[in-house]
């Protein structure tokens, strides 16, 4: 018993230990600059692509949306005039 409990202390300790460590680098990571090699011009270029991704994205949900809700309209209607 004495044993057990010396040894589950170890593994707690341990065990923060390696909780601190992952919280240290965490940390590091979230505090990291932009990589040097990345130039404002380049910067600006990735954040216009994205941009224009974005709204691209947006666009064609849009028409997804309303094809579905034309198809929806026109079984609606099919099924009014079947009645």
């Given at each position: 018993m004495m044993r057990r409990d010396k040894e589950n202390r170890e593994l707690r300790q341990r065990n923060r230990e390696r909780m601190k460590e992952t919280r240290r680098r965490m940390t590091e990571c979230r505090h990291t600059e932009l990589p040097?090699?990345?130039?404002?011009?380049k910067l600006k270029e990735i954040k216009k692509q994205t941009q224009e991704k974005e709204q691209a994205d947006q666009n064609h949900a849009f028409r997804i949306k309303l094809i579905v809700g034309l198809v929806m309209l026109v079984l609606l209607l099919l099924c009014g005039f079947l009645l």
């Open positions: 040097p090699t990345l130039s404002v011009e």
